[in-house]
């Protein structure tokens, strides 16, 4: 599934994933939004695999990978929970 | 090592040779093996850089880019697909330690900070420019300059456009738009929303305008600029990284 957020005044997230049994099996963030270190995407979308298809349980792990010293600019952490939140409404098995 | 910069002068290098030869500044400047430096440069091939964050494929038209010889390049930095036009662009980069005083600790403050470099280029050009948040300088409204930051081991790196000729038509031939059914819209959008130094005051040369902008960078930092170039370690530095970085499969198409 993908879905994209342009935020408004900033930048654009977009996120490809795919869902199988009700979990996140894979994901890609791309767009022109600034965050750093650079490398926190990787951890970011590693930390999203796994994830029960919930709004609940995608918060709870994009908060964790981007909390602390990671710097956004042209978006912020609820803008990454809610694009990916809004791919998973998509997925089949989204109920 | 904040009391004047190293300048190195507009050349023209490749894309890969141009991102690299940035790389190389931000090792050295680490290792410090030189000091602060602010470097003009042109791209020769033209060319299309992306963020490190985007898709080359939602991005790029491949296909276009092969077709015209324009070279792509992923950045370091994030930020959004630039057309960096041999004719039509000057890019700088300014490389510095995170603790140099003028810079400040804040990204979004930095970023405001170092454009006033370009705004004050522009200035001496004649031209009113201003700071737009998050990372670009306007000119009447329209965008003139993107600009984009990184920081790596204690090193800033910003580097940056300034738009002297522009030619929308040709960019979306090379850059793909997020909805192809609203193609034409979004020409018109970018064609309304962007200007250049030709289309505000007319032709001027590439030498002039470069000095203009160092110019207002030493002013607006407040540091000499003084003549310099590349260390010999610098430039093999900068030939490995483009070979075995900005020229692979596995950099350029890792998203």
């Known amino acids: 599934m993908r879905a994209e957020l342009k935020v408004p005044g900033g930048k654009l997230i977009r996120i490809d994933c795919a869902v199988k049994n009700g979990k996140i099996v894979s994901a890609k963030i791309t767009g022109d939004f600034f965050m750093h270190p650079e490398e926190t995407i990787n951890s970011l979308e590693k930390n999203i695999v796994g994830s029960a298809i919930s709004e609940n349980d995608i918060e709870r792990r994009v908060n964790e990978s981007l909390k602390d010293d990671i710097t956004l600019v042209g978006a912020s952490i609820a803008d990454f929970t809610s694009v990916i939140v809004q791919a998973i409404k998509g997925s089949p098995n989204s109920g | 090592m904040t009391d004047s910069f190293r300048f190195i002068g507009l050349e023209s290098q490749d894309a890969g040779m141009n991102m690299a030869i940035d790389e190389a500044i931000m090792n050295s400047r680490r290792n410090n093996k030189v000091r602060d430096t602010f470097r003009l440069y042109r791209w020769k091939p033209s060319a299309v850089s992306i963020g ?18 324009v070279e792509v390049v992923r950045r370091i930095t994030g930020g959004g697909a630039v057309y960096h036009d041999f004719d039509g662009e000057i890019t700088y980069s300014l490389i510095a330690g995170v603790d140099n005083p003028k810079i400040p600790t804040d990204i979004l403050k930095s970023y405001e900070v170092l454009c006033e470099g370009l705004v004050l ?43 002297i000729d522009v030619n929308v038509d040709k960019m979306f031939e090379l ?81």
């Open chain 2, 175 to 255: 850059l793909k738009v997020t909805d192809e059914k609203l193609r034409d819209k979004a020409i018109k959008g970018v064609k309304e929303r962007v200007t250049s130094v030709n289309l505000e005051i007319g032709k001027l040369s590439m030498e002039k305008v470069a000095l203009s902008i160092r110019e207002g960078f030493s002013t607006s930092l407040g540091v000499q600029f003084e003549e310099g170039h590349l260390e010999d370690e610098e430039v093999q530095f900068a030939k490995n990284v483009r070979e075995e970085k900005y020229l692979s499969k596995e950099w350029t198409f890792q998203r």
């Open chain 2, 121 to 163: 280029g522009l200035k001496n050009l004649g031209l009113s420019a201003r700071f737009h948040p998050v990372n670009d300088i306007l000119v009447d409204g329209k965008k003139i300059s993107g600009n984009a930051q990184t920081r790596k081991n204690g090193i800033i790196l910003q580097h940056g456009t300034l738009l």
């Open chain 2, 52 to 69: 490190f964050f985007q898709s080359i494929a939602d991005e790029v038209n491949l296909q276009a880019c092969t077709n015209y010889g």
